[in-house]
C-alpha cells in the first residue's frame, strides 16, 4: 500500500519517523505523524472485523420509520461500512498519507463513528493505544530492517469463512533481513 500510494516525500517522512521510533520509543503520537497516518490508514483499510452484535433495547425506526429494528431484536453491525464510505472519507478505497488533506483530518479518525476500527461506547477496545503503539513499532521494524515483497494482485476480500475478513486465497508475502 505504501509503494503505492505514498509520495517520496512521504516515504522518506515515514522511513525517518521510523528510524526516530526505533532509536527512542515514545507513546506520544504527535512525534510520528506521517507514520501514524500510514498506520491509522492501514487499519481503516484492512481491519475488517463483521464489528458488532447489539441487542436493540427499544425499537428503532430508520428512514423516516420506513424500517424498524423492533426491540429485542439482534443488529450485527459491520466496520467495513464506514470505513469505506464515500460521505466520510474521499476516495475510501485508497490510502491517503497527505496529512493535510481536509478529508483525513486528525479529527476523522478520533470520530468514533468514521474510524470504528476499535469500536467505540462502552464496548470501545481497551488496549487501543498499546495496539496502535505495537503497530507503529512493528510497521517501523519491518520498513527500517526488512525488504518486503507483496505479489500482485492480491486476492480481493472474502467474509465467508469467519467474522474477520479474510482473503479469497493465500498472500505469499516474503520479508528478508536488510543486509
Known sequence: MLCENGSTRQKQSIIQESNALLSKPSLQESAFPT????CLEALRLTAHSIGAIRIAKQDVFIDDKKFVIPKGATVALTHLS???NPEFWNDPHRMNLDLTSPHRSKESYENEYMFTVFSHGVHKCPGQKLA??????TVA??????EISIPNPIPPLCFERATLGQ???P???TITKKR
Open 35 to 38: 507514520l501514524d497516518r500510514l
Open 82 to 84: 464506514s470505513s469505506l
Open 132 to 137: 496502535l503503539f505495537m503497530l507503529r513499532c
Open 141 to 146: 521494524v519491518l520498513l527500517v530492517d526488512f
Open 167 to 169: 482473503r479469497a486465497g
Open 171 to 173: 498472500v505469499l508475502v
